[in-house]
């Protein structure tokens, strides 16, 4: 097995009283695709944002256990959030740009880290468009408006957004659910070139795909991991009765 | 069998009293338009009697207003309005989209309740307490830097700008804090999970995005300042000279009331010439604001 990049270990999180992470411990490899499977409300986007300690935001929200990113716990007092999301980028659910120019959106990350040399950030923009497959659609309009890409083309820009900040981990929220067939194709393909050069956690609805794009799958349920193992055990032998039932499409 | 509706009436599709309503909302609807048609005609038929009869320049232009010697040049008074509007708007508008910053994203939610409940109050108190509270309080705190520089005491520039920029705060905070709170929340968690601060997404993404909107309250708080007579009046001192910040200036808005009742002829016209200046003043800040309006909406699109 590779080496893992991040795992958590008896992870509970509440919102209020509400338990909506029950003792989750999970295991993401490097360079590998982890898919979070399961039922709307199981808590596989919840635990996404544990990852990036996006639930800091929400003020009801308690957290007990480990989540741990190359040895060090990012929940630890002295963890600089700023850096642990640089460092964990993160692509949501519906694409969203700034209500900027292309170019700004990729540089808005390298410049609140402090680059501010127009050489370097030209680099950057142009790296990140090209890792995320839309540099060839945009080149010629760099200071357009983001927000008159189409929602595919706006999916790959947040891609290279998150790109930008050179992160190593990448999680995804549902990135194909508001797109189009051809526009998803797109993104899976390319995931799959991006987990080259990163770890990717991705939360998705869509069995197919979490079979065609991820190397491993948890399936979550009621805020558990029912299962956990490669993507071909998961779907061709799966060990439990809850993921077979899932799986076939007999409930959820 | 099934009973089935016939949807065919015997009366005609449109009712006798719906065709009257209709009418009857026409009416009321060209009654606002014909109000502003008609003061548009009426200010420029008065008011260019006086252009007509000293020349646009001469008008505009002239540096004496000294009515009894039949001279009529408001350019003193058509810059300290300028200098009064502009100094106002470009103190308030920053400590108003600092404070709807506040409001919007900030503080706990009570606080920016009780806040928000005394700013609404702001804007609703009468302008001459503004002008009671600056004649007793702010005009003689200025006596002092007044003293310092060696000039008189009197009302002056300062003290209309610092009371414009009280009276104009509660429109640009509140049209700023609703255009920051419809900013969608989105564009601050994708901030965030870039690796902003709180205040980077806030600085950086939420408040450029509700840029037209801050604009838009920028030019309805212009519009207020230069339109407003009554507490600027009475901080002002009212000395139809060129503009400077610690000594007495007259305002457009102030001339008019403060001659009115003792002039005639000539005067009378030139004080009509001023509501002109005036009015044509609120037109422009006006189309600016709809242009920013629709910029605004284009741009959300």
New interface residues.
Partial sequence: MTPVKMHTRALNLFYGEVHALKGVDLDMPEQCVTALIGPSGCGKSTFLKTL?R?ND?IASVRISGEVVLDGEDIYAKNVDV?????KA??V?Q?P?????SIYDNIA??PR??GEKKRIVLDEIVEQSLRDAAIWDEVKDRLKK?ALGLSGGQQQRL?IA??LA?KPEVLLMDEPTSALDPISTSKIEELIDELKRDYSIVIVTHNMQQAARISDYTAFFLLGEVVEHNTTGDVFSNPKDRRTEDYITGRFG | MTNKTSILSGRRTKSLVERIMNIIFLVCGLASVVSVVFMTVYMVVSGGAIIAETGVFRFLLGHVWNPGGSEFGILPMILSSVLATLGAVLIALPVGVLIAVFLAKLSPGKLATAMRAFIDLLAGIPSVIYGLLGALLLVPAIFKLQAAAGLPNSGSLLAAIVILVIMILPTIISVSETAIRSVPKQYEEAALALGSTRLQAIFKVTVPAAKSGIVAGMVLGTGRAIGEAMAVMMVSGNAAIMPELLRPVRLLTAAIPIEWAYSSGLHRQALYGIGLVLFVFIMVINLLLRQVMKKGGAQDE
């Fill in positions: 990036n996006m935001t700023t850096t642990l999301r640089k980028g993160m949501f519906s969203n740009p700034f209500p900027m808005y990350g609140i880290h408006p947040c957004r998150s900040t």
